[in-house]
């Protein structure tokens, strides 16, 4: 009886394991270390993007790449910190092709990874704040404002690099972007996308026990020092 108990606790973890690992969705491509976008992941049903860069750079795919986030804040605040999640994805119904192209196919995994180092750079300065204030809400204090800035910074790093590689055509471009983004991952591993971040976008809720979705949270204080 016993075993018969052990082995029917093990079966109902099974889902649970597996739901917690989930990193991607039909429509959608989490950033992870192994997940690679490749051609078949550009799944638009309209070209009309790729048309329009194909005329003007003569570039023949469009990869739609970004950030999708959340904030969470625990239902009694006693000794728990706030959450934020900030996860890179390519949407695969938003990404369009015209044909394979190996070196476009490069370039749009190096601005993936590009976006993935922006997101640890979200987690790294938002831990910071954290830390110098000993604050249990850093997350909805600070998230858009540091979120927004290293937006900025990722559209500047994704401007350069088209620019450099695929309309200038640079020699050794790429693999000087390719290098840099690298060292710069490297370095910052503590701070990578994990699948539970994932998941927290997949699901659309909190994953953690006894937090709930903040619905307050400070906007852009930049602005306010403008």
């Known amino acids: 009886m016993k075993n018969k108990t ?10 649970i394991i597996l739901k917690a690992q989930k990193t991607e969705s039909e429509t959608e491509i989490y950033w992870q270390p192994e997940r690679k976008i490749e051609f078949s992941d550009y ?13 003007l750079y003569d570039i023949h795919m469009q990869a739609s790449i970004g950030f999708r986030w959340a904030v969470d804040i625990p239902k009694k605040w006693k000794g728990k ?38 997101a640890r ?35 500047s790093f994704f401007g350069g690099a088209i620019q450099e590689i695929l309309l200038k055509k640079q020699e050794g471009a790429y693999e000087k972007w390719r290098k840099t983004t690298d060292e710069l991952l490297n370095e910052t591993k503590e701070y990578a ?27 852009d204080l930049r602005n306010k020092e403008k």
């Open 121 to 155: 750079n979200v987690r790294k300065e938002i831990n910071a704040f954290q830390k110098a204030g000993n604050i249990d809400n850093p997350n909805e204090m600070y998230f858009i404002s540091v979120m927004n800035k290293w937006e900025e910074q990722r559209k």
């Open 6 to 15: 052990m082995i029917l606790l093990f079966l109902c973890t099974i889902p």
């Open 43 to 55: 799944q638009s049903t309209s070209d009309t993007n790729c048309v329009k860069y194909n005329k």
């Open 193 to 219: 996308t994990k699948p539970d971040d994932c998941y927290r976008i997949i699901s659309g809720q909190p994953i953690e026990k006894g937090y709930k979705i903040a619905k307050n949270i400070i906007g």
């Open 81 to 118: 910190i706030d959450k934020g999640y900030i996860v890179p994805v390519f949407c695969k119904h938003c990404s369009c092709i015209l044909k394979e192209d190996s070196v476009e196919l490069k370039v749009d995994r190096l601005l993936f990874d590009i976006t993935e180092l922006c």
